[in-house]
């Protein structure tokens, strides 16, 4: 009987050790398993674009872009790289572009970086410098222009005030992307741009030799009759002959 009961309290020894063994790995996963839970990731290093070339004091539009792995809200922070800092500006969706504007008063090339920073405080890496060269300089006038029915031209002119040359870049679906760029031309010469099968309103700019940009405008070249083409191609042929 005594053999026996030293038996008895050494199994429930083990089992009592046992027991806490598998309360204390229980309790160290939950809460491994619970601070993991909370970890919060920080954006990625922004991506920035815009105007490689700018004359002096002369706003320039550059956008910023990045995303968050935990799908945050996103604040920027723009070190424009002549000692201006713009404060945290958001807070903008993750993945959402963010369009900023300056002007830098002096000449020379400056380097734009952007850091990132989500709703919980975590910021990310400065994004790689994007360099901006600041001209002493005067950009092109506006462009004028005029459609030309006969020929389905485009026709353009433009100034420098510096005397730089001049080419002007077109966006056919004006959306402010340039789609063909022609060649260089002395300040004041017109220039004409077949349209071909491009059909609505179409930007134009112009940029000089220092890389300097005109304002925008639109011009109106043949109209889309997208829907006499696709269902009336006869009567559209005869239309077409009169625009």
């Given at each position: ?27 160290n996963?939950n ?5 993991n839970?909370?970890?919060n ?5 922004p ?5 490689e070339?700018?004359?002096?004091n002369?706003?320039?539009i ?7 792995p ?12 002549d000692?201006?800092?713009?404060a945290?500006?958001g ?6 572009a ?48 005029y459609?030309?029915?006969l020929?389905?031209e ?32 002395n300040s004041?010469?017109?220039?004409s741009v077949?349209c071909?099968?491009h059909k ?35 009567l559209f ?7």
């Amino acid at each position: 009987m005594i053999i026996k009961r030293r038996h008895t309290m050494t199994y429930l020894n083990i089992c009592a050790i046992l027991l806490c063994i598998c309360v204390l790995v229980s309790s160290n996963v939950n809460a491994f398993i619970a601070s993991n839970q909370f970890i919060n990731l920080p954006p990625n290093p922004p991506e920035v674009w815009g105007q490689e070339s700018i004359a002096v004091n002369k706003d320039g539009i550059y956008w910023t872009e990045t995303d968050n792995p935990d799908g945050d809200m996103i604040y920027y922070k723009v070190d424009w790289g002549d000692g201006v800092v713009y404060a945290w500006n958001g807070p903008f969706n993750s993945g959402a572009a963010c369009a900023s504007l300056h002007e830098w008063n002096e000449p020379g090339v400056y380097l734009i970086k952007v850091k990132a920073m989500d709703e919980q405080g975590t910021e990310s890496e400065w994004s790689a410098p994007f360099p901006v060269t600041v001209a002493d300089s005067n950009p092109p006038s506006k462009p004028s222009t005029y459609f030309n029915k006969l020929t389905n031209e485009i026709h353009i002119s433009a100034s420098d005030s510096d005397g730089d040359r001049i080419r002007y870049g077109i966006s056919w679906d004006n959306d402010y992307n340039v789609d063909q760029w022609t060649e260089y031309v002395n300040s004041g010469t017109e220039v004409s741009v077949p349209c071909n099968n491009h059909k609505g309103v179409v930007g134009v700019v112009a940029c000089d030799e220092c890389h300097l940009f005109s304002e925008w405008t639109s011009i109106q070249s043949k109209p889309r009759l997208s829907f006499l083409e696709e269902r009336f191609p006869f009567l559209f042929n005869i239309l077409s002959s009169f625009l």
